[in-house]
């Protein structure tokens, strides 16, 4: 019976004001920018929540998206669009598509977007959900570490999975005066922000941070600090 509330969902119009009410919240901690807020309440979040979990995707947490992965809390994607500081036309790429919530939170944004998801289910599950959605957005099934650089320099860069170090090839790819939005850490971890000055790196922390690590292959060296 359990099971049965959590699939059993009341119709579009309570998700409309479930998503009004998660726009507040995320307004009254602290989100300010219009643009982001009005993105979170034009994408349907449920949309990208397995039908199990559905009744909750509007909750200020992280949910369960299979393989082991999550879809981070609206809360920390908000944080991410925010600092990354993205305008209309602006080409951005995100590492690691998961669920495709943030995608279509970037399109919604103005922006180009790139993403790159790693495990082959999400990778086809999200371009089904995008599709499905009429979202503008260039997907690819690869190793998001080594960016994309086809399309560099990017004016944001934002990972959804936390590196030790975050990789050489994307500050390599991160056009001069943008930002790489990438959480720190193994136990303890914070998401962080790098804008690029030049040849360098100004770095500030945002906030702390719970994500599941980034699987880097053959990786040697590694990124700023």
Do not use: C, N
Request: aromatic letters at 6%.
């Amino acid at each position: 019976m359990a099971a049965g509330r959590l699939t059993d969902r009341a119709p579009a119009t309570d998700y409309r004001r479930d998503r009004r009410r998660l726009v507040e919240r995320l307004r009254d901690g602290g989100v300010s920018d219009l643009a982001v807020l009005h993105a979170f309440d034009s994408v349907p979040r449920h949309a990208f929540i397995p039908d199990v979990m559905r009744a909750r995707a509007y909750e200020d947490v992280p949910l369960p998206i299979g393989r082991g992965q999550t879809i981070s809390s609206p809360t920390i994607h908000a944080l991410s669009l925010e600092y990354a500081e993205i305008h209309p036309g602006h080409r951005v790429l995100e590492v690691g598509t998961g669920a495709g919530f943030q995608t279509a939170l970037l399109a919604a944004l103005g922006a180009r977007v790139y993403s790159i998801e790693r495990i082959a289910s999400l990778y086809e599950a999200a371009a089904r959900t995008l599709e499905r959605l009429g979202v503008d957005a260039r997907l690819m099934h690869g190793d998001g570490t080594r960016g994309w650089p086809r399309y560099a320099p990017f004016q944001a860069i934002i990972v959804g999975a936390a590196a030790v170090r975050p990789p050489e090839a994307l500050f390599r790819q991160l056009a001069d005066g943008g930002h790489l939005i990438v959480p720190v850490g193994r136990r303890r971890q914070e998401l962080r922000r790098y804008t690029r000055r030049g040849e360098h790196f100004e770095k500030e922390t945002i906030t702390g941070a719970r994500f599941v690590p980034l699987i880097e292959e053959g990786r040697r060296g590694g990124g700023a600090e």
